[in-house]
């Protein structure tokens, strides 16, 4: 019966198998979160997910696209410093018509339920709704 054990030990010994996996675990896991972290939506938004991957790496910003960002200074229902993840619905130079339903950018429209917020925070619809024309090195973000 001792014939059929080998007396070598194999190439899957665990003396040092399972402590190399655990550091190159930790390695990657360090790679990964030194690049994206884990942000979230409001409840009821007009983001189209709630739960997202943010990519630091990534600074472009391009109509359409989603950024997130520490809110620079507090405003009626973000406080100061809280991430927030929204959408480009224009940069410098675009002209937009911004209506109850949503932002109409040439032809594209980003859909978004100004009554809502019209409603909670007593703005009249004749403050939101308007056209304009998004200065150079601004944005103009919804959700």
Request: aromatic share 12%; hydrophobic share 45%.
């Amino acid at each position: 019966m001792s014939d059929y054990i080998p007396k070598k030990r194999g190439l899957l010994i665990l003396d040092w198998y399972v402590p190399i996996n655990i550091l190159l675990l930790i390695l990657v896991m360090c790679v990964f979160f030194t690049r994206y972290t884990f942000g979230y939506g409001l409840l009821n938004g007009c983001l189209p997910a709630d739960f997202y991957m943010i990519d630091h790496s990534d600074k472009t910003i391009k109509t359409g696209e989603l950024i997130a960002f520490n809110m620079p200074k507090s405003v009626r229902f973000i406080p100061e410093n809280e991430r927030v993840i929204k959408i480009v619905a224009g940069v410098g130079g675009d002209k937009l018509k911004v209506t109850m339903d949503g932002v109409y950018n040439g032809d594209k429209f980003f859909e978004a339920n100004a009554r809502r917020i019209s409603k909670k925070y007593s703005i009249p619809s004749i403050l939101i709704e308007k056209e304009l024309i998004i200065p150079e090195g601004e944005v103009f973000l919804i959700g």
